[in-house]
């Protein structure tokens, strides 16, 4: 799908080795660029046994791996050299900036992303802090701050530098022209605050949304506990999945005389949500009268949005069959399920071993001779 389109990626954390990745996963070939003996990242946990980023691996898949000296002169002019050649770089490192490499070519595209749009670092986790989520995380009535164990705001800024990089790779291509992006990671979690209400609402309503554990805010779905010890998370976003929950459950007069009684209406999201506790505690029983089994074939049955709770060594077995996944031997890693785009699957491809394209990229588009690159090596450079 992108073939021909070449990127280079200098960066660390989530957001921009996610975009480089996203982008090889589609055809483009990504060059990721490492300090030599690799940048954070590259330790960076889950790891093996022995000390080998799972992470790492993780978020690397499909590209090439070049180690160089960025610190030296003769290191960067490697890198000005291959951003011409490129013609595509991101990075969340302050090094290299457009104005460092744009005189090697004056139509490439730079995507910078960084943490806020005055300059001021920021990380995902500190990102989110100031957003307002962790404080509408959580069960109802606690104390303190709740984070997101998934990093969210890194996630869609890297699939946002992502789009960026194709909506300009695309005006480039009509107009020749490049562009220089610069993407902070807090305009992108403030974008979604907005996006979602959750901006509007309080600045209309005056309110903070509330703690409410694992309910739906604005509709009715929970979690429910199995005779056997298993949770389902159960979802009723329209009047039919409220009907069948009633019909599976032996709750559906019980809830028509609530309706009655309260003078509600269970087919508004509203009322439903208005009087959450009430039915939670209605269907309850039913759940923790049953095996997960026949919880499982009674909700299939239904049109009930449902799943079972896992954790994710169960999930490493029961996701065995979804073809976006391959057993693939990673190197230093062993064998393990690689994911590829979750655009129909495509580009399942291994992490590159850090610095092993090394002198493969610098013969391939800079031309260089083994003469040249022997005398790299030796002044230490690569």
């Known amino acids: 799908m992108l073939t021909g389109l070449k990127v280079l990626e200098i960066s660390s954390f989530v957001a921009a080795p996610l975009c480089g990745m996203t982008l090889a996963q589609l055809g483009a070939e990504v060059i990721r660029v490492d300090p030599l003996g690799g940048a954070p990242d590259v330790r960076r946990w889950p790891v093996t046994e022995d000390g080998t980023s799972i992470y790492w691996a993780g978020l690397n898949k499909g590209k090439r791996s070049i180690a160089l000296d960025l610190r030296s002169e003769p290191g960067r002019e490697l890198v000005r050299r ?5 013609g595509i770089v991101v990075t969340n490192a302050r090094y290299p900036s457009y104005q460092d490499l744009v005189t090697a070519r004056p139509d490439l595209i730079h995507v910078q992303i960084e943490g806020h749009h005055d300059g001021r670092p920021a990380v995902d986790y500190t990102v ?27 996630i869609a800024c890297g699939l946002y530098a992502a789009i960026g990089i194709l909506a300009a790779e695309r005006h480039r291509s009509r107009t020749g022209a490049g562009q220089s992006i610069r993407l902070p990671l807090a305009d992108v979690a403030l974008a979604t605050a907005g996006n979602l209400g959750y901006l509007g609402e309080a600045a209309i309503n005056g309110v903070d949304r509330p703690r409410i554990g694992n309910h739906l805010y604005g509709g009715f779905a929970r979690d429910f506990a199995t005779r056997d010890g298993r949770r389902v998370m159960i979802v009723t976003l329209t009047p039919r999945h409220f009907l069948d929950l009633g019909e599976l459950t032996g709750t559906r007069e019980i809830f028509a005389e609530l309706e009655r009684l ?6 508004r999201d509203a009322d439903r949500y208005r009087h959450r506790e009430t039915i939670a505690a209605l269907v309850e029983p039913w759940f923790a009268g049953h095996l997960y089994t026949e919880v499982a074939k009674g909700l299939d049955g239904t049109s009930l949005l449902w799943s079972p709770y896992r954790s994710f060594t169960e999930l490493v077995g029961d996701a065995a069959g979804n073809p976006l996944l391959t057993e693939l031997d990673q190197p230093g890693i062993g064998r393990l ?23 493969g990229v610098l013969r391939d588009l800079l031309g260089l001779a083994e003469a040249e690159l022997a005398d790299l090596r030796d002044r230490g450079v690569i």
């Open 337 to 359: 399920p690689v994911p590829g785009s979750p655009l129909n699957g495509l580009g399942a491809a291994l992490a590159p071993v850090l610095g092993a394209d090394t002198a």
């Open 262 to 267: 309260l003078r509600a209406d269970f087919g």
């Open 128 to 154: 989110n802090a100031e957003m307002g989520f962790p404080q509408a995380t959580g069960p109802a009535g606690h104390d303190g701050p709740v984070n997101n164990v998934v990093p969210a705001w890194d």
């Open 82 to 86: 291959l951003a011409g050649q490129a």
